[in-house]
């Protein structure tokens, strides 16, 4: 059942945009459209610091996990998803007073082993990672107008995205 019976079904008021959106979506074309505005393509692999990678490399071979979290942290990509690495990144200090974070984090880090933290260190950034300017940059070469006229708070910013 598309998208709009299926609202209807239910009997929904819906903003007048996010109505233009669905119908725009339940296009044969979508995709394709959509990809002018987001033209999302899988970036090269990561550039990582041999300085840094070095680093790591000594901390990994002595076990020693604070130098080993504190390295990687200088990494653009931490090697594992793990909801407290944003924590650690702001606040370094944090590394040394959760000891027991560190070494369950290490202990994933010493499974993976050194290839296998590179190649998660090297991956090349998510397409969704990319999306953000993409549609300031789709308006300002649409000829649909400026940026002020979608981001009216932000026109101080355009030159920035």
């Not at 953000?132 to 070469?141: K, Q």
């Amino acid at each position: 059942m598309p998208i709009p019976a299926l609202v209807n079904s239910w009997k929904i008021t819906m903003n007048y945009w996010t109505e233009l959106s669905i119908d725009f979506a339940n296009q044969r074309n979508y995709l394709d459209e959509l990809f002018r505005v987001y033209p999302t393509v899988p970036e090269g692999l990561r550039k990582l610091d041999e300085k840094v990678w070095r680093r790591v490399e000594e901390a990994f071979d002595r076990k020693d996990n604070p130098g080993l979290i504190h390295a990687l942290l200088d990494c653009d990509l931490f090697p594992i998803k793990d909801s407290y690495v944003a924590f650690l990144r702001r606040d370094r200090s944090a590394i040394e007073r959760n000891p027991q974070t560190i070494n369950r984090l290490c202990g994933r880090l010493y499974e993976m082993g050194l290839d296998t933290i590179y190649a998660k260190c090297t991956e090349p950034k998510e397409t969704n990672r990319q999306i953000g300017p993409l549609f300031r940059r789709w308006v300002r070469n649409s000829g649909l107008g400026s940026v002020d006229e979608f981001y009216p708070d932000e026109g101080a910013d355009e030159g920035k995205h």
